[in-house]
């Protein structure tokens, strides 16, 4: 890509964008005077950094209605500060009602985990999904299609993030000052566009292992 090419790839977006404000505004006027008065959204989305899996547009919601962090292989990092701010951000501030862990079938990130091939950095990031492998390396190694497996990892791997969602201090105060707050797991295929619904919910914290609830 030659550079004048470069500079057309980038500003495509910049014009997209006025069309787009000019089309917001065609059917509301107010519209981003409403929005910039302030956000109250009901759901917090994790999902994968994958490009093909854009939070608002798959479940219809508009700017305003989703709080979003995304990362590669919608992963529940204990460490991750931005995770944490996120999570806390949006529980204790935001009030969001659901905290959604969506995966999706397909996903570079988890399938990358399953083999043994080095890349680099993000092998350390990609290391906590080779825990989730061994936690169920039964299940996984009865599986003897490749793609199939690669399914289940998927899923697998969503139900420990939710998990491990629900083992933090901020969900559990939540639950524990009886906020409203249900957390699930989905996974998303790039395949047909549909969303499954894992039915992983938790939604306080007599559903999960006594080691890791927390007193108030
Ligand atoms: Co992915």
């Known amino acids: 890509m030659d550079n004048k090419a470069m500079a057309k790839s980038y500003k495509k977006l910049l014009s997209n964008n006025k069309k787009w404000v000019v089309k917001q505004l065609k059917a509301n006027p107010d519209y981003f005077e409403e ?15 994958d490009s093909r899996v854009p939070a608002n547009e798959i479940t219809g919601t508009r700017p305003g209605e989703m709080f979003v962090h995304r990362n590669i292989a919608n992963m529940v990092v204990h460490s991750d500060m931005n995770l944490l701010s996120v999570l806390s951000y949006g529980i204790e501030v935001l009030k969001v009602k659901h905290v959604i862990v969506c995966g999706h079938y397909g996903c570079g990130g988890v399938l990358a985990a399953m083999g ?5 950095l993000i092998d350390n990031w990609l290391r906590d999904i080779k825990d989730v492998y061994r936690l169920h390396q039964e299940e996984l190694d009865a599986i003897k299609d490749e793609t199939q497996k690669g399914r289940r990892f998927v899923e697998l791997n969503v139900m420990e993030q939710v998990f491990d969602l629900t083992k933090s201090s901020i969900i559990q105060n939540a639950w524990n000052k009886n906020q409203p707050l249900h957390v699930h797991g989905w996974v998303y295929d790039i395949h047909d566009g549909i969303i499954k619904d894992l039915d992983v919910t938790y939604t306080g914290t007599e559903d999960i292992h006594k080691i890791f609830q927390y007193t108030s």
């Open 35 to 49: 929005l910039a008065k302030g956000q109250s959204p009901e759901y917090l989305w994790i999902g994968c950094s």
């Open 116 to 120: 043994n091939k080095q890349y680099g």
